[in-house]
Structure formats: C-alpha cells, structure tokens
C-alpha cells in the first residue's frame, strides 16, 4: 500500500483497498483497523486516513498532493467507512455544520428511544432497524447503548419480571405438589391450575431440579 500511495498508483490503491473491506447490508466498506478518533487507518501509520485515500484516488487521481485535499464527509454517517459512493470532499464549514445536526439528531434519537423503553419496553421498534437507510444510524445507536456500564431500565424490568413470574411458578408447583401427596391425579392438579399436564411436568422437574442442585454440589466438594 505505501509503495502504491507513493507511486501514486490509484488503480492499486484502490484495488488493495477493496480486497480488505468488508461490504455491510447498507452498502457500506467497512475497514476494520480505526484511528481513535474512529477514522479507517493504514497499518502503521494512522497518519493516512483510508477514506481520504480513497477520495484521492478516485477525484483526484491522485494528482494533488493529498493533504491539500478537503474534509470528506462520510453520507452513511459511518465513519469506518471507505465506499467511494459514501465519501464526498466537501467544505471545512459544511462539514462541521453537517457533524453538529447528525450529533443533535443521534442524542434526539437516543432520548426517544430510552423514553420508549419505560413506557413500552416491548415495543418492536426498540428490536429492529427495518429501513436499510437507518441501519447504520442503529448500529451506531446500538453501540452507544452497548457502553453504559450500569443495566438499562428496559432490561431491569425483564429480568424483575422474569423473577416474578419464576415465585409464581414456583408457588404453583409447591401448590401442586401438596395436592399430588392429598392422592390427585397430576391430570387433576393441571386443571386445578389451569394449565397442560406437559406444562406441570415441566415446572416440577425445573423446581426439582433448581432445588436440587446446590446440595449436589455440596456432596461433591466433600467428596
Ligand atoms: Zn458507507
């Protein structure tokens, strides 16, 4: 790659370039090695933007020198991404104007969905990212949502409720067991509480099994 950049070889530039991307859903080349400021980066030398290079060789056909050329400003909003179709050169001010609306509209978006997730934590749209235009804008928000340390309040409320409804289960099968010892039937038992004898069974042999496991573990440290 650098004896190509050096050459100015743009056809090989682009080659090389192409042979180590990763195309998305969204159309998007993804390079995988990023600077820290989350720009695509040549190995070993942060220094050369990939996604400058490629607009370099593309526009410019690489006759400029390459750091005279302007800001390029990413229209997928993904900023790993180095497709000559996302990639245009444009003014510093457009630029800066352009970066500020999308951060004001990504936290927009971000209170919005955390509002969505107290109101209506099942709401299908907090699961999917139909529209192929706003995949990247999800996968963006999704990785801001993956960093906080703390549990999210949507995820809370499952796994309370998912705790409340294994007491419940729990109290029913305790409630079953007793009637089991009183000489019903577990087909009896099952239309006590309303549900499949398959499904009684289930819950028995999962609170069984769930009570039983710490003394197994014990006998098996003492052995
Ligand atoms: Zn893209």
Redesign the pocket.
């Known amino acids: 790659m650098r004896r190509a950049i050096e050459a100015r070889d743009a056809a090989t530039i682009l080659r090389l370039i192409r042979e180590r991307v990763h195309e998305d859903p ?4 993804i390079w995988r090695r990023v600077s820290p400021q989350g720009y695509p980066a040549v190995s070993r030398d942060p220094s050369v933007p990939v996604h400058r290079l490629v607009v370099w060789a593309t526009r410019m056909g690489c006759k400029s020198e390459l750091s005279a050329l302007p800001p390029v400003h ?3 909003a ?1 900023t790993a ?1 180095v ?1 000559p179709d ?1 990639l245009v050169p444009v003014s510093s001010a457009f630029n800066s104007l352009e970066a500020l609306a999308r951060k004001a509209a990504l936290s927009r978006i971000e209170a919005l969905t955390r509002a969505l997730e107290q109101a209506a934590p099942d709401h299908p749209v907090l699961k999917e990212w139909p529209e192929i235009e706003l995949l ?1 804008l999800g996968q963006l928000i999704q990785e801001r949502r993956r960093r906080p340390a703390s549990m999210s309040s949507a995820l809370l409320q499952r796994k309370q409720r998912e705790a409340e409804h294994a007491r419940h289960r729990f109290a029913q099968v305790a409630e079953a067991n007793k009637l089991l010892e009183q000489g019903l039937t577990r087909r009896e038992v099952a239309q006590r509480l309303a549900i499949g004898v398959a499904t009684l069974d289930a819950w028995r042999r999962k609170v069984a099994e769930a009570s039983r496991a710490p003394e197994d573990a014990v006998v098996s440290d003492a052995a």
Do not use: V
């Open positions: 969204a159309g998007c080349w990413h229209t997928c993904r991404c497709n996302h990247p």
